[in-house]
Structure formats: structure tokens, C-alpha cells
Nanobody
Framework: QVQFLESGGGLVQPGGSLKLSCKTSGFAFEHYAMGWFRQAPGKERQKVSCIGYRAGADRVYYANSVKGRFTISRDNTEDTVYLQMNSLTPEDTATYYC??????????????????WGQGTLVTVSS
């Protein structure tokens, strides 16, 4: 079955960095755009970043709040998507999830296309 296994979260001080990983299985990873989402306590889940199934800057999306600080990447040989997060702030504190998405462009990103979420990985930014 479709599975997403997020890892790499933890406690980090403001200004610090973390790299999240999402190992997937159960679907043809190389044919899907992928995205990272996050949900802070008491708030709705929001899109953070997405990447198309083929390489190209025009297929990479970042929310305005993370642009210039976060970098998404993927390894189609490992069925894994990554999120490098730099210059973290307390506002980045959330549980981070990955998902297959319907599409990704530099302007927008589709919703979860496989109706499946992993357990997420918690990122806490605090001094």
C-alpha cells in the first residue's frame, strides 16, 4: 500500500537548520510530483514546497513564508523527497508531512493526490 515515512525533525534553535526526509513506497514515485506540508498546533495544514516529477526550476514551488530558506529535492532512485530547512524561526514549528501531489509549478502546487498521509515529523524551533 501507499506509504510515506517522514524523518529528520527535532528541536533546533532559531537560525538553525534541519533536513527532512520522506521515504515512500507503494506507488510509482518517479511519475508523481511531491510536496511537503506542515501543520502547526491549532492551525490548518498548509503547503510548504512542491517539486515536479521531472527536474526543472519551473516545477518547484515554495510558499512565500519559506522562499529563500527552504530547498526541496528528490531522489528518484531512492523514492525519497527531501526538505532542507535553513534559518529556521519559531514560526516554522509544526509537524511536517510529505505527500504525492497532483502537480507542481513555480506558482502553485496541487493537493494530496493519493489521499494518504504519513505520521509526520515534528519540527520545534525554540531557544
Amino acid at each position: 500500500q501507499v506509504q510515506f515515512l517522514e524523518s529528520g525533525g527535532g528541536l533546533v534553535q532559531p537560525g538553525g537548520s534541519l533536513k527532512l526526509s520522506c521515504k515512500t513506497s507503494g506507488f510509482a514515485f518517479e511519475h508523481y510530483a511531491m510536496g511537503w506540508f506542515r501543520q502547526a498546533p491549532g492551525k490548518e495544514r498548509q503547503k510548504v514546497s512542491c517539486i515536479g516529477y521531472r527536474a526543472g526550476a519551473d516545477r518547484v514551488y515554495y510558499a512565500n513564508s519559506v522562499k529563500g530558506r527552504f530547498t526541496i529535492s528528490r531522489d528518484n532512485t531512492e523514492d525519497t523527497v527531501y526538505l532542507q530547512m535553513n534559518s529556521l524561526t519559531p514560526e516554522d514549528t509544526a509537524t511536517y508531512y510529505c505527500a504525492a501531489v497532483a502537480y507542481s509549478t513555480q506558482y502553485s502546487c496541487g493537493d494530496n493526490s493519493l489521499a494518504t498521509w504519513g505520521q509526520g515529523t515534528l519540527v520545534t524551533v525554540s531557544s
